[in-house]
């Protein structure tokens, strides 16, 4: 396949850079970052597909977003603008020139009020700015290119800034002395910790399962949910980091979501059923297996050699 990857220098989009340069039977047709490619701006698709921006891509795998969940509360134009206009202007474009799209979209788009996990036909009832952005992207994305895939995917963490990289460095301010007392971390919210490579590996098996025109059946298009398989707490996944960094010893004060009085409200359940794509045969390996995967990568290994 011959792909374009928007939102490259994310943490998803770093991954699925890398994965489709490894892949010799696969061609990176252009990684857009947001210089190149601002989804906010009406005029950035407007050359999408020509010489010098992704010309003669098969596929596009949209992992751009306006992900800070709080600044979406303060922000919401923006938000509306890259999470819901930018897809919808993407869907149209990729619809008109015959390019599979692959939009990447968010647990946050359910209510968080359940204890089985989601299904991909549940009802959607965000709680917050930022889920809503997003809905309002897959409903924009089905509504203009009914060929295209609505991948949703849940608690990201990879290459840059992520929640590994922030308990690593909490970690170190205590292992100095430059602050004291335990980390805090809420013990209220269940989810399924995603690593970016992985996500990666299976947006793409995904994919090739819709583009394979040898395959005895063609991929059902639509959405889809992929994560790391199992879940956890954010507590539990902290105390996990601490445990495998060499941080063991570290205590962690257990927090309620409502004493943090953050902007945007979380969902406390975001557990996604991912037996649609696995029944594809595409899946995750499990959450710690995602964890281990990243602290031995280069960005893993680096943190911990700084103590980070």
């Known amino acids: 396949m011959r792909c374009v990857v928007t939102g490259s220098q994310g943490q998803l989009g770093r991954c699925l850079v890398r994965l489709i340069e490894a892949r010799a039977e696969h061609d990176l047709a252009w990684a857009a970052d947001h210089e190149s490619l601002d989804l906010a701006s009406p005029a950035a ?5 020509e010489r010098g921006r992704g010309e003669g891509a098969q596929v596009l795998f949209n992992a751009a977003a306006f992900t800070a969940v709080d600044r979406c509360e303060s922000q919401q134009s923006l938000a509306q603008r890259v999470n819901a206009d930018g897809p919808r202007r993407l869907a149209l474009r990729c619809r008109e020139a015959g390019v599979l ?3 990447v979209s968010t647990d946050y788009v359910f209510s968080g009020e359940g204890s089985t996990p989601w299904l991909e036909d549940a009802p959607t009832a965000p709680a917050n700015v930022y889920g809503h952005s997003k809905l309002l992207g897959e409903q924009a994305v089905r509504q203009a290119d ?3 895939l609505i991948v ?7 290459p840059g800034r992520n929640f590994v990289v922030a308990i690593l460095e909490q970690a170190r301010k205590r292992r100095s002395g430059e602050i004291g007392g335990p980390l805090s971390v809420v013990d209220d919210q269940v989810g399924s910790p995603t690593y970016a490579a992985h996500l990666a590996a299976g947006l793409l098996g995904l994919a090739e399962a819709a583009t394979n ?7 059902e298009r639509g959405i889809y949910h992929l994560t790391g398989s199992g879940w956890t707490t954010w507590y539990d996944f902290a105390r996990a980091i601490l445990d495998r960094s060499g941080n063991g010893d570290l205590e962690i004060e257990r927090r309620k979501t409502h004493e943090l ?6 969902p406390a359940y975001s557990v996604l059923d991912t037996s649609r794509a696995a029944a594809w045969g595409v899946s995750l390996p499990s959450w710690e ?14 943190l911990l050699e700084m103590g980070a």
């Open 45 to 49: 698709t407007e050359r999408l597909f």
């Open 289 to 302: 297996e995602g964890l281990d995967a990243y602290l031995t990568s280069p960005e893993g290994a680096a």
């Open 146 to 148: 009914g060929d295209a």
């Open 152 to 158: 949703r995917t849940s608690w990201v963490f990879g």
């Open 101 to 103: 799209l692959v939009q």
């Open 261 to 266: 009085d953050l902007p945007a409200a979380r």
């Open 213 to 219: 025109e040898n395959a005895s059946r063609e991929l």
